[in-house]
């Protein structure tokens, strides 16, 4: 399944919907019984593309494109059902209120630990020794920085004691001494994590499905990354950026966005020919049948703000060594199964980026209608190599987008699709299905036929993203049949 030319080959059809979005009884979705389900969901509707948004483990804010590290996952998706049924839990009672399922989960997964301490079979404790040993690259450092984290009261390392800031060689090892047994839980949990995910992935290929993942262009600042590999990033002596990541002002924010990732020290990284990126994908990889690259154009040209700016107003365009970056990604693993995120300020030279390496790049149906012809986003301006999505996580549902439009808007769009008796958002998801483009990818929200309130995430705020749950109620009957139908019609059937 992890093919690339299986994938790209034929006509195909997904949804997007990040694993915490899944019902449960917990705080977010995770990794359970509720995955699997979709998964048989999925199947059912004839849908061969599960897409998600990042693994990694978050900060306070939850935002996956944010996160402690570019390797790890996210320990809050470990389902502890699955645990009980490996017998190194006991049988759960969960706690009344959700706002109390985070430190219930974590307490769960320490106990989890103690029971495979005490209960693992000798294969089981083998799988944990081969982890630890096949992941030291990275789990090393991620792991005695969670600690130190979580000593340091989930400050920044930043504001961390100089010894451990600067990664001092002695105050390391005291630390890893100090902190052993913190360690080794998020060694486990980590081990748990990837244990998980690798036992749903074989479900889902086994059922045809392939699991498209999500790579941010950038790391979080406050990352076990940064912190462990200075080198690669552009900071000064203290460790501060210069300058950071963000994008000018756009569809989405007047005074653009300022992300605050520190951009990399791109003269560092070519000399060592891209070693910190092959690592990286080699790591998305072994997760992911297909990657989705968000932010591609940062890979031709990357806006750069000064650092003491409050906005992404002020800021340049600086280029980047996208094609010596890829031609030696392509060097290392033979081929990229890859989709280009080519929303934004596109250039020529950002599409000849895509173009050279083959990368399929995306097209958004609520960014097509804004009157004119030529617009790239329209379905008769599509191209085979294309994703075509109705909107993603950053958009508004569908049914609401075309709510919020006046009556020339709300016209100009069903003139354009023939003024079809369906009710919004059906009209757009057929007119993705029947696009040339060699995937259609349709958010979780618009199948449910949901409105305003059920975005995923709203770029250039920081309050209330990343919560939206749906739950089974919410899946009109007769659905899996109706989208089965739309795909064998617009020859999407796997």
């Not at 690798?198 to 086994?206: F, P, R």
């Not at 392939?210 to 600042?221: E, K, N, R, T």
């Not at 609520?366 to 009157?371: E, I, K, P, T």
């Amino acid at each position: 399944m992890s093919s690339e030319t299986t994938l790209f080959s034929q006509r195909r059809a997904g949804v997007v919907l990040h694993p915490t979005s899944l019902p449960g009884s917990l705080a977010n979705g995770d990794l359970g019984d509720a995955a699997y389900r979709f998964v048989d969901f999925m199947h059912a509707a004839g849908l061969s593309i599960w897409q998600v948004l990042p693994h990694g483990p978050t900060h306070e804010d939850r935002s996956p494109y944010q996160s402690l590290s570019v390797h790890a996952g996210n320990p809050l998706w470990i389902s502890l059902d699955r645990l009980v049924e490996e017998r190194w839990l006991s049988e759960l009672e969960f706690p009344p209120t959700r706002h109390e399922t985070d430190a219930f989960r974590i307490h769960q997964l320490r106990l989890a630990h103690r029971g495979f301490e005490y209960g693992a079979r000798d294969e089981e404790r083998r799988a944990y020794s081969d982890f630890r040993q096949a992941q030291a690259s990275w789990l090393d450092d991620y792991a005695l920085f969670i600690a130190l984290r979580e000593e340091q009261e989930h400050r920044s390392w930043l504001d961390w004691p100089e010894p451990l800031k600067n990664r001092d060689a002695s105050a390391l090892k005291l630390a890893r001494t100090r902190l052993t047994s913190s360690i080794e839980q998020v060694c486990f949990e980590q081990f748990i994590f990837f244990r998980q995910w690798h036992a749903l992935k074989d479900y889902a290929n086994k059922r045809g499905i392939a699991l498209f993942g999500d790579l941010p262009i950038y790391v979080s600042l406050d990352s076990a990354d940064v912190w462990s590999q200075r080198e690669q990033f552009d900071l000064d002596d203290s460790g501060t950026p210069r300058t950071v990541a963000g994008v000018p002002p756009d569809y989405f924010s007047e005074t653009g966005q300022r992300w605050g990732n520190p951009h990399y020290d791109w003269k560092h990284m070519r000399a060592d020919d891209f070693s910190w990126w092959q690592a990286r994908l080699s790591s998305t990889f072994a997760l992911y049948d297909l990657v989705r690259i968000d932010h591609f154009r940062g890979f031709e040209a990357y806006w750069s703000i000064p650092a003491e700016s409050d906005t992404a107003i002020t800021g340049e365009w600086v280029k980047a060594p996208g094609k010596a970056l890829f031609a030696a990604m392509i060097k290392a693993f033979g081929s990229l199964p890859v989709v280009a995120e080519d929303l934004g300020i596109i250039t020529e030279e950002v599409t000849a980026l895509r173009k050279r390496f083959g990368f399929p790049g995306m097209r958004v149906l609520q960014f097509a209608f804004d009157g004119t012809g030529s617009n790239p986003y329209l379905p008769h301006q599509h191209q085979v190599d294309d994703a075509v999505y109705t909107g993603t996580h950053d958009n508004d549902t569908t049914l609401a987008w075309y709510d919020e439009q006046d009556s020339t808007g709300r016209d100009r769009v069903r003139e354009y699709l023939g003024y079809p008796e369906e009710a919004m958002p059906w009209p757009l998801i057929r007119t993705a299905l029947a696009s040339v483009g060699c995937l259609a990818i349709l958010p979780m929200q618009d199948l449910l036929e949901l409105g305003p309130g059920n975005r995923m995430n709203t770029p250039g705020t920081t309050k209330g993203n990343w919560q939206w749950r749906f739950n089974w109620e919410q899946v009109p009957e007769g659905l899996t049949k109706r989208l089965h139908h739309m795909l064998m019609l617009y020859g999407r059937l796997p």
